[in-house]
């Protein structure tokens, strides 16, 4: 299977295209910053909640191949839904999306960019339908435009369909746009959670 979908490929402003650039001087620009965050709060996970303090996960990437997506950790091991096991630091780490920080790293080497669908478990691809596989033609993002209008509060069937229109209309305006939409929503801590839960339940098709 080729690096690179034939709509990520055409036209070049993914890859070494105009927007894979700017992700990555913004990436390495901001690099001393992100890190020292990053170093700092999974030290403080350490200290309040123990070891470890990443979170690790199989999630789908670009044309669904498998990745190993990086979190700093936000719940406790062992059984309870997530709203049970999310720690006190964890529901802080979630409502301003510092959890996501690590997938900085993921931008710059290529496995994740700034903007695209996010990335889910590998165990949802057998039960997505033709038409919400095709969130997969695209490299899975930091944030999306699903990620913007709405988050976690959305239904899974609006949220494939937020993401589709995405891969179909993506542009830099586009991208540039949901980035700085980004910053609204988790300044304003909208959308970080489903209704009736921490976190999305499991998508079963």
């Given at each position: 299977?080729?690096?690179?979908?034939?709509?990520?490929?055409?036209?070049?402003?993914?890859?070494?295209?105009?927007?894979?650039?700017?992700?990555?001087?913004?990436?390495?620009?901001?690099?001393?910053?992100?890190?020292?965050?990053?170093?700092?709060?999974?030290?403080?996970?350490?200290?309040?909640?123990?070891?470890?303090?990443?979170?690790?996960?199989?999630?789908?990437?670009?044309?669904?191949?498998?990745?190993?997506?990086?979190?700093?950790?936000?719940?406790?091991?062992?059984?309870?839904?997530?709203?049970?096991?999310?720690?006190?630091?964890?529901?802080?780490?979630?409502r301003?999306?510092?959890?996501?920080?690590?997938?900085?790293?993921?931008?710059?080497t290529?496995?994740?960019?700034?903007?695209?669908?996010?990335?889910?478990?590998?165990?949802?691809?057998?039960?997505?339908?033709?038409?919400?596989?095709?969130?997969?033609?695209?490299?899975?993002g930091?944030?999306?435009?699903?990620q913007?209008?709405?988050?976690?509060?959305?239904?899974?069937?609006?949220?494939?369909?937020?993401?589709?229109?995405?891969?179909?209309?993506?542009?830099?305006?586009?991208?540039?746009?949901?980035?700085?939409?980004?910053?609204?929503?988790?300044?304003?801590?909208?959308?970080?959670?489903?209704?009736?839960?921490?976190?999305?339940?499991?998508?079963?098709?």
């Open positions: 299977m080729p690096d690179q979908s034939p709509v990520e490929a055409v036209g070049g402003w993914r890859g070494p295209g105009a927007m894979r650039f700017v992700e990555l001087a913004l990436c390495l620009l901001t690099l001393p910053i992100w890190g020292a965050l990053v170093a700092a709060l999974a030290v403080l996970v350490r200290l309040v909640d123990g070891a470890p303090a990443f979170f690790h996960q199989e999630r789908a990437g670009l044309g669904g191949r498998p990745f190993t997506l990086v979190k700093l950790r936000t719940m406790r091991t062992g059984e309870g839904s997530d709203a049970e096991r999310m720690t006190r630091l964890g529901r802080v780490l979630r301003t999306s510092l959890d996501e920080l690590p997938q900085l790293w993921q931008v710059m290529g496995t994740m960019a700034l903007v695209g669908p996010r990335p889910l478990p590998v165990r949802y691809l057998p039960r997505y339908t033709p038409e919400q596989m095709r969130r997969h033609a695209v490299r899975p930091l944030t999306g435009w699903a913007v209008n709405g988050r976690n509060g959305l239904s899974w069937a609006e949220r494939f369909r937020q993401d589709v229109w995405y891969v179909d209309h993506r542009s830099m305006g586009l991208d540039v746009r949901i980035v700085w939409m980004t910053v609204g929503r988790v300044l304003a801590g909208r959308g970080v959670s489903a209704d009736d839960d921490a976190t999305m339940q499991e998508f079963q098709g």
